[in-house]
Every structure is written in C-alpha cells, then in structure tokens.
Nanobody, 124 residues
Framework: QEQLVESGGGLVQAGGSLRLSCTAS????????MGWFRQAPGKEREFVAA????????SYADSVKGRVTISRDNAKNTVYLQMNSLRPEDTAVYYC?????????????????WGQGTQVTVSS
C-alpha cells in the first residue's frame, strides 16, 4: 500500500484559495488512480475529485466543479488539489486516497490507501 501524507490545509476566509498536496511513498504511485475525499462534521465522507495515472481522465463532484482543480506530478509522487472561491460549506477534513489500479473510480470503497487528513476551515 501507499503511504500518503497530506499538507496545505488551514483557515481561510470565504472566497479565498488553498492548495492541498499529497505525497506518496510507495513505488506504484504513477500507476494509481488518486483521489481526494472530504468529511465535514457530522457527515459521511464524500468524493471530491479523482485523476487517472496519466491525468487524462479527471472527475469532480458537482459541489466543487468549476472551483477545484486536481493535478498530479508522477515524478514527485504528488497529487494536488487547488481550491478556489472557497465557501463555508467546504469546511471539512480532506483526505487523499490511492486506488491501486489504473481502472478509474470515484467510489470510496475502491481506494485502499488513505492519508491522515488535513483540516480545511472556511470562515464566512
């Protein structure tokens, strides 16, 4: 399994931006589908974005589409989540996840490696 470490979370005002990073320590990063999920207080974890190994396929949740960009740098074993026009409802713990397969998916159950999460708080 991949070891994943997220960074870049923090406190930001509504309308602001943050860039989350997730660095993997395994040897199979470039062959994995990578995803970002989030969990708000009192809610279930939900899909945010996912990207194929080549970056040729990308999917976003409707709630973030147009405000969020996922990207990856396979040479650095890192996946990014650029978040703009942040809203208070984006407040959550954001998790990076790896799916050890080139077959694309947005389902939480298909991702087997998870980071510890990074807190994003958006104030109104």
């Amino acid at each position: 399994q991949e070891q994943l470490v997220e960074s870049g979370g923090g406190l930001v005002q509504a309308g602001g931006s943050l860039r989350l990073s997730c660095t993997a320590s395994g040897r199979t990063f470039s062959r994995n589908v990578m995803g970002w999920f989030r969990q708000a207080p009192g809610k279930e974890r939900e899909f945010v974005a996912a990207i194929s190994w080549s970056g040729g396929w990308i999917s976003y949740a409707d709630s973030v589409k147009g405000r969020v960009t996922i990207s990856r740098d396979n040479a650095k074993n890192t996946v990014y989540l650029q978040m703009n026009s942040l809203r208070p409802e984006d407040t959550a713990v954001y998790y990076c996840a790896a799916r050890p397969s080139p077959i694309i998916s947005t389902k939480e159950a298909d991702f087997s490696s998870w980071g510890q999460g990074t807190q994003v708080t958006v104030s109104s």
